[in-house]
Nanobody
Framework: QVQLAESGGGSVQAAGSLRISCVASEGTFSRNCMGWFRQAPGKEREGVAGISPSGYYTYYAESAKGRFTVSRDNAKNTVYLQMNSLRPEDTAMYYC????????????????????WGQGTQVTVSS
């Protein structure tokens, strides 16, 4: 059983930046695809970014391209999401997720791809 714990959320003004982190409890972290998702009240959970086990391949939703950067440090069992130029519409609960596979491109943005989920960290962007 993999446990994921997000941190780093908070409140920021529009155009600001925030970096959120996710630490995994389990040693197979370095072999798993990881994803970041978000869910705003009344909306479906959406994929924001994904990253391959080595970190070489990254994937982004259109809304995140050019503003968000996903990265990972396998020595620390940690995945990061650096968010710049934040907008009020980025306000949501952000979740990290781990998939029990190493090929990540296919349906990286689908919640059904992932097996393990964190509890989430709230990001609020004010105008």
């Amino acid at each position: 059983q993999v446990q994921l714990a997000e941190s780093g959320g908070g409140s920021v003004q529009a155009a600001g930046s925030l970096r959120i982190s996710c630490v995994a409890s389990e040693g197979t972290f370095s072999r798993n695809c990881m994803g970041w998702f978000r869910q705003a009240p009344g909306k479906e959970r959406e994929g924001v970014a994904g990253i391959s086990p080595s970190g070489y391949y990254t994937y982004y939703a259109e809304s995140a391209k050019g503003r968000f950067t996903v990265s990972r440090d396998n020595a620390k069992n940690t995945v990061y999401l650096q968010m710049n130029s934040l907008r009020p519409e980025d306000t949501a609960m952000y979740y990290c997720a781990s998939a029990r596979k190493s090929k990540c491109s296919y349906r990286w943005e689908s919640p059904e791809t992932y097996t393990y989920w964190g509890q989430g960290t709230q990001v609020t962007v004010s105008s």
